[in-house]
């Protein structure tokens, strides 16, 4: 008789959905006649998404104190329970984005590829070790290479897929290195062994650190890890960038959180301030470098390293209310962000071509729920009250004031400052540049019919606004997560 | 709960307004009739109000993010009450202005102007610091479009140069908010506790001095002033920037008392200056709307003057000065309005002579001509002299500033009145234009009717701003 090790199937059931999601998806490619594969592939992926979600929501209820699942390789806690959850749900209104993206073939590979995206990043949030966080992080950066440069008839999208594989490499290579060096110093794998080790003060326990600390910066693209950001996110399919600019995000940071917190708490004084340098650089690069952007996709991106400064002021606080605030400002960004993204596609689809700031001209009028659509995310994001965005920023600020940063709340409110001047810019091209001259949707045309697109900016401007006035019952869940990271 | 109405039912009107496909003319009805039932509202809401109870009144609190400390907290004191009150009447007046010139857009422009409306009551009636600072901000959301999208040929540098200075102080009390709030351990209001911080405060104290404008953070003034619609000026100068004045009283004044000690000299001479100032462009400005914007610097230079007086008559001074420059700044814009649209143009050179055959015209820019130059008799006459009584106390100087205001409002207003009504006739003034409608007529004579009544009648507001007319209590003590 040999002895299996057991398993909580539980904890590994919403990345186990989202792989069988991605097999049906495949499959379709394979077994079915060409005009079924799309229905059938993006409903395996939305019902893949959609099984995680409940199964991830199960875990956090289900999980009263952290586990360890398989040795010390992944994480059962509610702060894995609920990244999981908002990375489900992103991926599930990712597929409604997706779903009338003009493409005449290989929608099974697709949707399996995303889905599998999922299963990577739903595993990576979990990972107990510096193996199983190499594994996830390989595991949804490969999917996002293919995925970024899936248009193949499109050359910035070939561009922006082998830009992203060689920067992405790049920095996986020095995680990889990086937590060689923390094995090397400590001979432990575990977080919480690699903490338990007390190798404190070892030089190169304090490299490898730095190292994990630059190889998830990129995948979060804060700067200056963050080169890649602005041709990738215009290069990939829109879905694709919408994607990635949520889900990539919450799984890095999230995850930054977790290695930081769990396996390095003595080296705290020593992370707090490199996360806050990262945290002070992202900010100023992100937003005087969105001030020059009049391509609409590389002005998001370079917002959305902005708002990973934003985030990693929450890390860089290095409290448990650092943790929740972080955690309640992945909620309403990812809205954002996805809506966004999913706006602009719709203006793409719309005029069939590139969407620059001159081609957003009258769409407040023409489309006017895109229109009202777009001036909240873009409100939101630049931290307007009516949006959870503002109360995100305002949980930022008040925990980096309480860990006595004062000085990042005086930076964050100046980046704020800065980034208004382009979101209204955005606000102002929507509504203000309207007149003949300007129209530049094809005359008397209808847009194409796109329902599934509606839902998903509908339900983006839902948690927009939703975060706002339902702040509490959002930050409860996100203080009983963040209270199960050792502080 | 009538104070939740009061802020929630513009907002609704909002939403149906932008929603509902109804046309053109019939959208701005609605708007209007919202607006009408809002007035009705605060009526009812004025005629439950205790004027003798000193605690707040029409309160609801509810906990919103417990763990800091936020709730929405609502309620109203006396000069809160007043201020609102001059806030649903000169909102009902522009969106009835709208509705009379047509706005393009209506279903867009009247559920901004109703969000708007909505804003500044919560703002008002808010009693947490950070949902003052959400209505604050709020504010400024459909003030962006409004200017932007409805202005005049600048519009765009317009509301630029507006936005740029209102957020730059927004987020520095932003900054303040989440200091004091953090070390407080609550956002409310109603709680006590008083801040030494010089930094805090003066985060706070450029935000208003930004919104009021008070010199010399005033430059985006002239621009939206006259770029914007006119009924949105009005609103701007009439009430919008009256939540400065709110939050100095609420915020700035009870719970910084040192810093504002030590600060006190520095702003009444900065007020006193944007007094002077103001009063001097309004001479020289060259166009009706510039002259009315400039007069709106000085005003609001006068009114903090009477609330850094920090005694009671400068106090109440002040809040009686607030409600009376919003009822004569919206009459003055809109006047202004009448005639741009009459003439086509608001350049004093080429007006003039058009009280002959226009008798309506003429009596009422000449009675709220009268009220604005604060003629003795007058609840504007009134409200300067109690600034001027109040101010003593910190200065004899001060009050020779304000005594020469008042001539120098004199010597503006009536460069205004005699260029639009006397001389020769302007080039632009045809023949044929109009006497003043009767929709036109509809819309200004209650406005005037409320100017006059406040003059009769000015402790209406002056002495039930602060209960028992001890408004120094709110220095102090603690509220």
């Not at chain 1, 099984?51 to 894995?80: G, H, K």
């Not at chain 1, 990712?94 to 399996?112: I, K, M, P, Q, T």
């Not at chain 2, 709960?1 to 909002?14: E, F, N």
């Amino acid at each position: 008789m040999i002895e299996t090790p057991s398993v909580d199937w539980l904890a590994l059931s919403p990345t186990l959905a989202l792989l069988a999601a991605s097999i049906v998806a495949l499959l379709a490619a394979v077994l079915v006649g060409p005009w079924l594969r799309k229905p059938i592939a993006a409903a395996a992926a939305f019902t893949g998404f959609g099984a995680a979600t409940i199964c991830a929501v199960v875990v956090y209820v289900d999980t009263e104190r952290p586990a360890f699942v398989l040795e010390e390789s992944l994480t059962r806690d509610r702060l894995a329970a609920l990244a999981q959850v908002l990375l489900a749900l992103t991926g599930a209104v990712v597929v409604l984005v997706s779903w009338a993206e003009r493409r005449r073939e290989e929608h099974g590979e697709y949707y399996a590829l995303l889905a599998a995206a999922g299963a990577g990043m739903l595993f990576f949030v979990g990972a107990g070790n510096l193996m199983t966080l190499f594994l996830g992080l390989e595991w949804f950066s490969l999917c996002l290479y293919i995925l970024v440069a899936f248009d193949r008839e499109r050359a910035t999208s070939l561009e922006a897929g082998l830009k992203y594989l060689i920067v992405g490499g790049f920095g996986s290579a020095v995680l990889l290195f990086g937590a060689a060096l923390v094995y090397g110093a400590t001979g432990e794998l575990g977080f919480s062994q690699i903490a338990a080790a007390e190798a404190g003060g070892d030089a190169f326990l304090v490299a490898g650190l730095a190292m994990v600390i630059a190889g998830l910066a990129f995948k979060m693209s804060a700067a200056p890890f963050h080169m890649w950001t602005p041709d990738v996110y215009q290069g990939a399919p829109t879905s694709v960038t919408a994607f990635m600019s949520a889900a990539t995000k919450i799984a890095a940071l999230v995850v930054t959180l977790r290695v930081l917190v769990t396996a390095f708490p003595d080296e705290s004084e020593t992370w707090t301030i490199a996360v806050a340098v990262l945290a002070v650089i992202s900010l100023a690069w992100g937003n005087l470098a969105a001030l020059a952007q009049s391509d609409v996709k590389r002005l998001l991106a370079y917002s959305s390293i902005s708002h990973a400064g934003f985030m990693l002021i929450a890390v860089a606080a290095g409290t448990e209310r650092g943790a929740e605030s972080l955690l309640f400002y992945l909620v309403p960004y990812a809205a954002m962000s996805v809506g966004a993204f999913a706006v602009v596609a719709a203006r793409e689809r719309e005029l069939e071509t590139d969407v620059r700031l001159e081609s957003l001209a009258g769409l407040g009028w023409e489309r006017p729920f895109y229109g009202i659509a777009l001036w909240v995310f873009m409100l939101g994001m630049a931290g307007f009250p009516l949006t959870g965005g503002f109360f995100g920023k305002l949980f930022v600020f008040s925990a980096a004031y309480d860990a006595g940063d004062w000085w990042l709340v005086i930076v964050g409110v100046a980046a704020t400052a800065l980034s208004l001047a382009y979101y209204l810019n955005v606000v102002r091209w929507v509504y203000m540049r309207t007149g003949p001259e300007l129209r530049v949707a094809p005359a008397g045309g209808s847009p194409p019919r796109d329902s599934a697109l509606g839902v998903a900016v509908g339900a983006a401007v839902a948690v927009t606004i939703g975060s706002f006035f339902a702040a509490q019952p959002l930050l409860d869940l996100a203080s009983d997560a963040a209270s199960q990271l050792p502080f | 709960m009538l104070t939740t109405s009061l802020i929630l039912l513009p907002v609704v009107g909002a939403l149906l307004v932008a929603v509902l496909p109804l046309p053109r003319l019939t959208t701005a009805g609605l708007a209007f009739l919202v607006a009408l039932l809002e007035v009705a509202l605060w009526i009812v809401a004025a005629g439950r109000f205790d004027f003798d109870d000193p605690a707040l009144q029409l309160g609801t609190s509810r906990e919103w993010v417990e763990s800091l400390g936020i709730s929405y907290t609502v309620g109203f004191y006396g000069f809160s009450l007043w201020l609102a009150g001059a806030t649903v009447i000169v909102c009902a007046a522009a969106i009835g202005y709208a509705l009379w010139v047509g706005r393009d857009r209506p279903r867009a422009y009247h559920a901004l102007m109703l969000l708007l409306t909505g804003a500044v009551v919560a703002t008002f009636a808010a009693q947490d610091l950070l949902l003052f600072y959400v209505a604050f901000e709020a504010m400024l959301i459909p003030l962006y479009v409004l200017v932007g999208v409805w202005g005049g040929a600048r519009r765009i540098a317009a509301t630029l140069t507006f936005v740029v200075y209102t957020m730059a102080g927004s987020l520095l009390m932003l900054a303040s908010v989440v200091a004091y709030g953090v070390t407080q351990g609550t956002f409310s209001l109603q709680e006590p506790g008083t801040s030494a911080n010089t930094w805090i405060f003066l985060g706070f104290a450029i935000a208003f001095a930004v919104k009021a404008p008070l010199f010399p953070l005033h430059g985006w003034l002239p621009l939206a002033y006259r770029e914007a619609p006119v009924e949105v000026a009005a609103v701007l100068s009439a009430i919008v920037s009256k939540t400065a004045v709110y939050g100095f009283l609420v915020i700035v004044l009870p719970r910084f008392p040192e810093p504002v000690d030590d600060f006190t000299g520095l702003i009444l001479a900065l007020s006193a200056a944007g007094l002077v100032y103001g009063s001097l462009l309004a001479f020289r400005a060259p166009d009706l709307r510039g002259i009315v914007a400039y007069s709106s610097l000085a005003q609001m230079g006068l009114i903090t003057l009477g609330l850094f007086a920090l005694n009671d008559l400068g106090l109440s001074g002040a809040v009686l000065q607030s409600v009376a420059h919003a009822l004569v700044s919206t009459t003055m814009f809109l006047l202004v309005g009448m005639v741009e649209r009459r003439c086509g143009t608001g350049d004093l050179d080429a007006l003039g002579g058009m009280a002959r055959g226009r008798p309506i015209l003429a009596t009422v820019l000449l009675t709220a001509g009268m009220i604005a130059l604060a003629v003795p008799g007058s609840v504007t006459f009134a409200g300067e002299f109690l600034i001027m009584t109040g101010v003593y106390a910190e200065g004899w100087g001060y009050s020779v500033v304000v005594a020469l205001a008042i001539v120098l409002a004199a010597m503006y207003t009536l460069r205004l009145i005699s260029a639009v009504l006397h001389v020769r006739p302007g080039p632009a003034v045809r023949d044929e234009a109009l006497d003043l409608r009767p929709v036109e007529l509809g819309l200004l004579l209650p406005l005037v009717a409320c100017l006059i009544a406040l003059s009769v009648w000015p402790a209406l507001v002056s002495e039930s701003a602060f209960w028992r007319g001890t408004p120094a209590a709110i220095v102090e003590e603690e509220p």
